[in-house]
Antibody, heavy 118, light 110 residues
């Protein structure tokens, strides 16, 4: 059974960076393209970006093309989301998510809360 | 960019049927997927390709899609169905490939 386990909550000051991890078990990163979804407090789900296996590259939603970097360590079956130049508006829960078919997400991590506060 | 619009809230009595709408331009031509999210929890896929449910999801959850509206139907609603529900599509209509979520609907069981 596929499981995604994310790193723990983070508290950062404005202008800092943070790196969130997502470890895959029960499968491998090469079989499950990883994506990241943001949920600000009391708000809906926003797709940030992820790996597009058709073009073999990471794609980012227009809103997240600056200050966001998604990487993968396939040897460790771990995906990473790095956010730089953090602002208070980046306070949110960040989920990793993936799917067996590709156009929906049937596996989700538990979420990582990132709080940006001075 | 592609936009999916949902009503903010739907209320339903136990045992009745809840219908949650998801509007989008020509959404009938796309695969529509639905997620349930309870407070403090990660989303869970309840319907994919607007009709099928993953294993472990009750068959009380079903979907349909036509024209400009997709619908998630929850039959014989139970108290445990109270949650936020989001529709989602994969949009390849432009030169971009985007995953788009709807605005979300809070289902309240009366």
């Amino acid at each position: 059974q596929v499981q995604l386990v994310q790193s723990g909550a983070e508290v950062k000051k404005p202008g800092a960076s943070v790196k969130v991890s997502c470890k895959v078990s029960g499968s491998t990163l090469t079989e499950l393209p990883m994506h990241w979804v943001r949920q600000a407090p009391g708000k809906g789900l926003e797709w940030m970006g992820g790996f597009d296996p058709e073009d073999a590259e990471t794609i980012y939603a227009q809103k997240f093309q600056v200050g966001v970097t998604m990487t993968e360590d396939t040897s460790a079956d771990t995906a990473y989301l790095e956010l730089s130049s953090l602002r208070s508006e980046d306070t949110a829960v960040y989920y990793c998510a993936t799917g067996s078919k590709g156009d929906y997400f049937d596996y989700w991590g538990q979420g990582t809360l990132v709080i940006v506060s001075s | 960019s592609y936009v999916l619009t949902q009503p903010p809230s739907v209320s339903v009595a136990p045992g009745q049927t809840a219908r949650i709408l998801c509007g989008g331009n020509n959404i009938g031509s796309k695969g529509v997927h639905w997620y349930q999210q309870k407070p403090g929890q990660a989303p869970v896929l309840v319907v994919y390709d607007e009709g099928d449910g993953p294993s472990g999801i009750p068959d009380r959850f079903s979907g349909s899609n036509s024209g400009s509206t997709a619908t998630l139907t929850i039959s014989r609603v139970e108290a445990g169905d109270e949650a936020d529900y989001y529709c989602q599509v994969w949009d390849s209509s432009s030169d971009r490939h985007d995953y788009v979520f709807g605005t979300g609907t809070k289902v309240t069981v009366l």
